[in-house]
T-cell receptor, first 112, second 117 residues
Framework: DQQVKQNSPSLSVQEGRISILNCDYT??????FLWYKKYPAEGPTFLISISSIKDKNEDGRFTVFLNKSAKHLSLHIVPSQPGDSAVYFC???????????FGQGTELSVKP | KAGVTQTPRYLIKTRGQQVTLSCSPI?????VSWYQQTPGQGLQFLFEYFSETQRNKGNFPGRFSGRQFSNSRSEMNVSTLELGDSALYLC????????????????FGQGTRLTVV
């Protein structure tokens, strides 16, 4: 039973355009969500997070949107840069924290 | 501030052996969690330690164990290694405001690549 799903294994975007990565979850107890960027054989790098009491959080080029009724979140990267090319994971945690449930990841390719 | 440090970075072991991996969290972080990444299963939670106590445990066999020391450094141990234990093992640290309450960002180390032959 996969509680966090990233249904798109890959996404290709032109440099300068918007990248939108999607994530769905099934567990209504999740109340904290995070996005990570990962290169092969390295640890994930934290990008941005959002609590369930918010529906949007921004940090520079990165914005995360949360739709609790749809159990859906998305990461927007504007403008996309070639250096953004990596695998992006969304993760979720319940109120008590300490345990992250990860999606399967989406590989983003930003072409010059 | 130094990040999360994992040692060793690479390890090759033989089936049946045991292995110990080490993790030093970011200074001031009291929570350390461990994850296994494999191509087939993705990133899966192993366990979390907070103030030397195991707070959460994932769905892994008892061959996987861990501990945390008073300085928040953590080790995980895998006994009787199997070929399927070959994976990238990741450690993450976070600030936990109080035991059992709330969420904060988790920061990951570079991982230990374990190969079982």
């Amino acid at each position: 039973d996969q509680q966090v799903k990233q249904n798109s294994p890959s996404l290709s975007v032109q440099e300068g355009r918007i990248s939108i990565l999607n994530c769905d979850y099934t567990n209504s107890m999740f109340d904290y969500f995070l996005w990570y960027k990962k290169y092969p054989a390295e640890g994930p790098t934290f990008l941005i997070s959002i609590s369930s009491i918010k529906d949007k959080n921004e940090d520079g080029r990165f914005t995360v949107f949360l739709n609790k009724s749809a159990k859906h979140l998305s990461l927007h990267i504007v403008p996309s840069q070639p250096g953004d090319s990596a695998v992006y994971f969304c993760a979720a945690s319940d109120y008590f924290g300490g345990k992250l449930i990860f999606g399967q990841g989406t590989e983003l390719s930003v072409k010059p | 501030k130094a990040g999360v440090t994992q040692t060793p970075r690479y390890l090759i072991k033989t089936r049946g052996q045991q292995v110990t991996l080490s993790c030093s969290p970011i200074s001031g972080h009291r929570s350390v969690s461990w994850y296994q990444q494999t191509p087939g299963q993705g990133l899966q939670f192993l366990f979390e330690y907070f103030s030397e106590t195991q707070r959460n445990k994932g769905n892994f066999p008892g061959r996987f164990s861990g501990r945390q020391f008073s300085n928040s450094r953590s080790e995980m141990n895998v006994s009787t290694l199997e070929l399927g234990d070959s994976a990238l093992y990741l450690c993450a640290s976070s600030v936990r405001r109080a035991l059992g309450i709330g969420n904060t960002e988790a920061f990951f180390g570079q991982g230990t690549r374990l190969t079982v032959v």
